[in-house]
């Protein structure tokens, strides 16, 4: 019981740090509509880290003109959404799939003037 306690004591005061945050030395906010991090990029985020960072297969040239989340000049959508997919063929091969959702987050941002942003998260499941 003696070990538990302390374990849960010094445990308190750790903070878990976002990976690209701490591998890179910046702020959640560079990146990120939300100054906490996660959810909406802002147009750092999307024109640069996401572009050259988190995609599937590096090296793919991305352009401005691919996505840039903006529908007016001051209204942002984005989306996160992951699906895991199992498929397995057993000796007979008949084929079964599942399918996962494992997130599902719609992401919207109103800037209604300079310092003044409407930040709206929706989850869908």
């Given at each position: 019981m003696k070990y538990f306690l302390l374990t849960f004591i010094l445990s308190s005061p750790l903070l878990a740090l976002p990976r690209f945050s701490a591998e890179n030395g910046v702020s959640c906010?560079?990146?990120?509509?939300?100054?906490?991090?996660?959810?909406?990029?802002?147009?750092?985020?999307?024109?640069?880290?996401?572009?050259?960072?988190?995609?599937?297969?590096?090296?793919?040239?991305?352009?401005?003109?691919?996505?840039?989340?903006?529908?007016m000049k001051n209204l942002r959508f984005g989306a996160d959404l992951r699906f895991q997919v199992l498929s397995h063929t057993d000796s007979q091969e008949e084929s079964r799939t599942a399918y996962f959702p494992?997130?599902?987050?719609?992401?919207?941002?109103?800037?209604?003037?300079?310092?003044?942003?409407?930040?709206?998260?929706?989850?869908?499941l």
């Open positions: 906010n560079l990146c990120h509509v939300n100054p906490t991090g996660s959810g909406l990029r802002n147009d750092y985020g999307i024109s640069l880290f996401s572009m050259e960072e988190l995609p599937m297969e590096k090296g793919i040239k991305f352009t401005d003109a691919d996505y840039t989340g903006k529908i494992m997130q599902g987050d719609l992401y919207g941002n109103l800037t209604v003037s300079k310092g003044v942003e409407v930040y709206v998260k929706q989850d869908l």
